[in-house]
């Protein structure tokens, strides 16, 4: 059973960082891609990153180069740190997973409850 838990979402001003977490179970086979989520206000949810293996991740244009996913396995947890925040990057954020294709646009099926993200100019 997929399980997923954010946590370290809060309220920064642009121009900060904050790392978000996800407590990961029943992810640890290789074949699941693993990734992060986000829907702003009256927003279309938006896939930030995808990961699979650490061996291929690929960011939305719109983080590239300010958010970086990274895993540490012993510890089953997944995490996003996001520099140089931008007011535009205030959204709900959920930790997310899929099977197979792993990309921008894939199926993520299990996601958390989501973390808050506000970034105020």
């Known amino acids: 059973q997929v399980q997923l838990l954010e946590s370290g979402g809060g309220s920064v001003q642009a121009g900060g960082s904050l790392r978000l977490s996800c407590a990961t179970s029943?992810?640890?086979?290789?074949?699941?891609?693993l990734g992060w989520v986000r829907q702003g206000p009256g927003n279309e949810p938006e896939e930030v990153v995808a990961?699979?293996?650490?061996?291929?991740?690929t960011y939305a244009d719109s983080v590239k180069g300010r958010f970086t996913i990274s895993q540490d396995k012993a510890e089953n947890t997944l995490y996003l740190q996001m520099n140089s925040l931008k007011p535009e990057d205030t959204a709900v954020y959920y930790c997310?997973?899929?099977?197979?294709?792993?990309?921008?646009?894939?199926?993520?099926?299990?996601r958390g409850q989501g973390t808050q993200v506000t970034v105020s100019s």
């Open positions: 997310a997973a899929a099977r197979g294709y792993c990309d921008l646009g894939a199926d993520f099926h299990w």
């Open positions: 029943g992810t640890t086979h290789s074949s699941f891609c």
């Open positions: 990961s699979i293996n650490d061996a291929r991740i």
